[in-house]
């Protein structure tokens, strides 16, 4: 039998994890200072799906085209996570997209998977 374990609580609103620092790091300022994205930040919008139901993604980016994108950064998916990105992918007009860091196996760098 397999037993997973997960994390007592929740890191303060407001506090990036080691993979969202990563993240980060690795990606979003790179291309800030490239010109590719102009504007981001983190934890800062929070969107209705229902009724008591929220969805506040990881960071809001805003690329050189001024389009605005949702990154949700992910170590692994928990059921309702899954289903609360699709529904506000549904329901609002930004591109969602998650990201997960690869295996080293495969190269390392960040998948990417992108809601519709």
Not at 19 to 40: D, M, N, R, S
Not at 62 to 77: L, S, Y
Not at 94 to 100: N, R, S
Request: with cysteine.
């Amino acid at each position: 039998m397999i037993k997973h374990f997960y994390a007592l609580g929740r890191l303060p609103v407001g506090q990036m994890n080691k993979t969202e620092c990563a993240y980060e790091q690795e990606v979003l300022k790179p291309a800030l200072h490239a010109g590719k994205i102009v504007w981001y930040l983190f934890e800062s919008v929070k969107l209705k799906l229902a009724n008591n139901t929220f969805y506040t993604p990881d960071f809001i980016v805003m690329n050189a085209d001024r389009t605005i994108e949702m990154h949700e950064v992910k170590g692994f998916w928990m059921d309702d996570a899954r289903v609360k990105i699709k529904v506000a992918a549904n329901h609002y007009p930004f591109k969602f997209i998650a990201v997960k860091r690869a295996t080293k196996k495969l190269g390392g760098g960040w998948v990417i998977e992108e809601f519709k």
